[in-house]
């Protein structure tokens, strides 16, 4: 199994509105996959004050690897991934993934 996890530092411009509609869309986007087998999102409380520019996430749950590229490569991931990039300051670089296998996880 595959935990892509998404961790977005957005413009101080981009509104409530304009996060809670990107970040829904990509859940319903998903959600419709084969292979995926959860979407979820929400603020970061940063509770040890190590990403505090890092407001808000999300996490897929992938069955497999090929769940995962699907996703990555369609063409609804990507329209939806260039809006959520002009959301975050610096585009793509205001946006940090980890791809863990928690397959194997001990």
């Known amino acids: 199994m595959i935990l892509h996890c998404v961790f977005c530092h957005f413009r101080e411009d981009a509104t409530a509105a304009q996060r809670a509609e990107i970040l829904h869309e990509l859940s ?7 292979g995926v087998l959860a979407f979820e999102f929400g603020p970061n409380r940063d509770f040890e004050q190590k990403s505090p520019a890092y407001g808000e996430g999300f996490v897929v749950r992938f069955q497999d690897r090929a769940a995962l590229e699907h996703y990555a490569v369609h063409p609804s991931h ?12 610096g585009g793509g670089d205001g946006i940090i993934v980890f791809d863990l296998d928690v397959s194997k996880a001990v």
Do not use: I, N, S
């Open 28 to 34: 319903v986007f998903a959600k419709g996959l084969p």
């Open 78 to 89: 990507q329209a939806l991934g260039q809006r959520l990039c002009g959301l975050c300051e």
